[in-house]
């Protein structure tokens, strides 16, 4: 499916001004093969529909110039007549007024302004802003776009570089400072781009996208929830938005990054770095670049805007958007026919399907996690679209493709950045960012940097890690924490050099495989052979079993010739080999597997829970989680699964 888009304006247009114009450009549109719509329905702090939001705050329903009408509805209804999807733009986003000094917004709201770092309204290539750090005026924005949702037939809504957004020179308001306070103890800086300040207030914006893509899936879940941010790194630093975590949690179905430069070179190299550096091949079916047909004295040429078509296709880029509407009709309708004779000579049906089902929406809305204690109590009911249990205080939760962690009273102690997350053990966790591990302690810094292949969990007071294609062992009693403020690591991954030399690892890389310690043996392999080594890194038990599991209540499972079997630390035989798999011990049982079947044997091999389960978990607290029905299937990307039947708890025999 290609997405083919085009920007509908109030300024230099006049095709909102009646609905018979509405109508000739819904058809032209539909001739040239456009398939989305993209009109202006929030601009100058005035909406382009009747909007009781508006009416109950600042007593103005509409723009002056609609009075009488609802330019949204007359466009949803042309756009449909001639098979055109349609996506209301609020362009104005938490803007105030342009060189009105607030315009009536403020001027009924003071408070509602954005102040900097002088106390000044924040004013930024003449547009004066709202704050939109605000509780109250986030309030107002979603209220818009919810009104919006509920009342019109529509296929998306869309915020651009103004929503969510806020120039970087603002958030110095007293109740920001405060709120800034209360988590670092200090002032905000002076300097309105200092890395962590800035990032700070990004992230503020980025979790209310997180609650109006929420709220608009909970109303209509099939609506796209599409924004065109400027290129990434400019966006953060001028107006604090932040597009690649908007991506990375999974908040934004269509992403139109504004790539308007006058030249096809220019296009072209910012292209190679968003599908480069900003775009994973998961996320590279939402980005449909918006490309500049017309601004001021500028004109596209039909060269180029046919150079950036078929680049776009070229690096797997399915659509665009342009700005704006004009630029196809001037020059005797130049461009438009050159995307008629051209790329778009062929009919391509909008379908929002395949972009909703590529996202997280269906997770979003069909349950949620929550925590309960050992009567089954429900205890909390985390906003995430996956958390696990809790391990020395802290739960791994993920939104979108990255993960983080909570505490027990559901507060992140830092950004969701991380690519992949171990449990916390013994103060520490195996976090991954890009290609390479680090540990995270439970305060948020990054106390190892990110420097190995693989990493593991801490297990007395050993890691195991990879360093070119080998394992070995680092000791947390040779690391300092760095000096890095809590859960902002990615303003600091660069700064710190100190990596651990392979020769100065505990137990050097040595290992195709290497596990965590327990009882103070860990399984290691050699070879495709699995044997254990103590903590001084020597050989205790030769690699010679098929696969081994770790060391439980002083026996391990290993196999040998096709069967499970358990040994010692010295590596004699104490259960014969008869399973068809096996767990290690936990309170006195451990799970096996015997004719397909799961049940429990004690420490002598006697079977003292039957073989009457198809999955069956490890005792914890005396209870052990099974299922019966169940069965492991392969997904559609072939990865093992298990799924079906009923799952239940057994008390341990023992207790």
Not at 49 to 57: A, L
Not at 94 to 113: C, E, M, R, T, V
Not at 212 to 236: F, R, T
Not at 532 to 541: A, E
Request: aromatic residues 14%; neutral net charge.
């Amino acid at each position: 499916m290609e997405t083919r888009g085009v920007w509908i304006t109030t300024t230099d247009s006049k095709v909102l001004n009646s609905r018979q114009n509405i109508a000739a450009a819904m058809d032209f549109l539909a001739q040239t093969g456009f398939n989305v719509v993209f009109p202006v329905i929030w601009n100058s702090a005035f909406t382009l529909y009747p909007s009781k939001v508006m009416q109950d705050n600042f007593g103005v329903e509409i723009d002056p110039r609609y009075r009488d009408r609802d330019p949204l509805a007359e466009m949803v209804t042309e756009a449909r007549r001639v098979g055109l999807e349609v996506i209301p733009w609020f362009e104005y986003g938490f803007a105030a007024s342009y060189n009105q000094n607030g315009g009536h917004i403020l001027a009924k709201k003071p408070d509602w302004g954005a102040r900097d770092n002088s106390g000044n309204l924040v004013k930024k290539n003449s547009f004066e802003w709202m704050n939109a750090l605000d509780s109250e005026v986030q309030e107002f924005l979603l209220n818009l776009v919810l009104e919006v949702v509920k009342n019109y037939d529509i296929s998306g809504i869309q915020g651009d570089d103004r929503l969510p957004a806020l120039p970087s020179e603002g958030g110095y308001d007293r109740r920001t400072s405060d709120r800034y306070f209360q988590q670092f103890f200090q002032n905000p800086p002076q300097n309105p781009k200092d890395p962590q300040w800035l990032q700070w207030r990004a992230d503020i914006l980025t979790d209310f996208l997180t609650r109006l893509y929420q709220e608009v899936i909970n109303i209509k879940p099939d609506l796209l929830i599409s924004l065109a941010p400027s290129p990434h790194g400019w966006a953060l630093q001028e107006y604090l938005q932040d597009p690649k975590a908007w991506s990375d949690r999974g908040l934004v179905d269509m992403m139109h990054p504004q790539l308007y430069r006058r030249d096809f070179s220019s296009y072209k190299q910012l292209v190679d770095s968003l599908v480069a550096q900003q775009f994973t091949p998961e996320q590279l079916p939402t980005l449909i670049p918006g490309i500049l047909l017309k601004v001021g004295g500028y004109r596209i040429s039909a060269e180029y805007l046919l150079q950036a078509i078929a680049y776009n296709r070229f690096r797997g880029i399915q659509g665009e958007v342009f700005f704006f509407y004009e630029g196809l009709r001037e020059d005797n309708d130049a461009l438009a026919k050159a995307l008629r004779s051209g790329p778009y000579s062929q009919p391509a049906p909008f379908n929002p399907s395949p972009l909703k089902q590529l996202g997280f929406t269906s997770r979003r809305i069909g349950g949620k996690y929550s925590y309960i204690d050992t009567t089954g109590k429900s205890l909390s009911q985390p906003q995430f679209d996956w958390v696990d249990s809790f391990h020395s205080g802290l739960a791994r939760v993920k939104m979108g493709y990255k993960w983080s962690f909570i505490d027990t009273t559901g507060k992140l102690i830092s950004r969701f950045q991380f690519d992949s997350a171990e449990y916390f053990r013994e103060g520490m966790a195996a976090i991954k960012i890009g290609s390479k591990y680090g540990y995270l302690d439970n305060t948020g810094k990054l106390v190892i940097p990110l420097q190995f292949d693989e990493a593991k969990s801490f297990s007395e007071g050993l890691a195991a890690v990879k360093i070119e294609n080998k394992w070995g062992y680092i000791d947390r009693r040779n690391t300092k924490a760095l000096d890095a403020p809590q859960g902002w690591i990615n303003n600091f991954l660069l700064r710190f050099q100190t990596i651990f030399n392979p020769n100065t690892l505990t137990i050097p890389p040595q290992f195709d495989s290497a596990d965590a310690f327990s009882e103070g043996m860990a399984r290691i392999g050699v070879g495709g052979k699995y044997g254990y080594i103590d903590t001084t890194g020597k050989l205790v038990i030769l690699p010679q079993f098929e696969d081994a599991k770790s060391f439980s209540e002083k026996l391990a499972a290993v196999k040998l010739a096709g069967k499970w079997q358990y040994i010692d630390k010295t590596g004699k035989v104490v259960i014969l080999p008869q399973f068809e798999d096996a767990e290690s011990f936990v309170e006195g049982l451990a799970a096996v597997k015997i004719a397909g079947k799961w049940g429990y044997i004690n420490k002598i091999g006697k079977l003292v829970i039957p073989t009457e389960f198809d999955n069956a978990q490890s005792f914890s607290q005396g209870l052990a989680l099974v299922n019966i029905g169940g069965s492991w299937r392969s997904g559609e990307n072939g990865e093992l699964s298990f799924s079906g039947g009923k799952w239940g708890y057994i008390r341990n025999v023992l207790s």
